[in-house]
């Protein structure tokens, strides 16, 4: 039975892998740079306490004239409380919105390290776990 209060909470979460590249001379009039994103949750369990733990890996690649011209990988690993017994399952917690609640932390990244690269302003769009 589900009890007041009952649910998740984020206990932590921290980037765990990081990496850039890009090319020194892109040519932003030229033809379009394509993107291709991948996300990966990449890891989930549950720790002796009570912890369930989620790692959720994206990247992104740009690729002009069949070349790659830049890539933005980074991986996030994050912790949450279960409290008491909530209706949503461990399981789909753990697939599905554990990683949604992670994911907005990667596209932030991603965003930022686009700026600061000269990329421009890359916006992500959100991600569906449910389809993971």
């Given at each position: ?35 291709n ?57 753990k697939?599905?919105?554990?990683p ?33």
């Amino acid at each position: 039975m589900e009890q007041k209060n009952a649910g998740y909470t984020i206990d932590s979460l921290v980037l765990v892998e990081s990496s850039f590249t890009r090319e020194n001379n892109i040519n932003f009039h030229g033809e379009e740079i394509q993107t291709n994103l991948n996300v990966e949750n990449t890891n989930f369990e549950n720790t002796e306490d009570g912890i369930i733990a989620v790692a959720v890996k994206a990247t992104l690649l740009g690729i002009q004239n069949e070349k790659q011209v830049y890539s933005i990988a980074c991986k996030y690993f994050g912790t949450f409380k279960k409290i008491g017994q909530p209706l949503l399952n461990e399981e789909d917690f753990k697939k599905i919105n554990a990683p949604a609640i992670v994911f907005p932390f990667i596209r932030e990244y991603i965003a930022n390290t686009a700026l600061k690269a000269g990329l421009g302003n890359l916006l992500l769009p959100p991600v569906n776990f449910v389809n993971k």
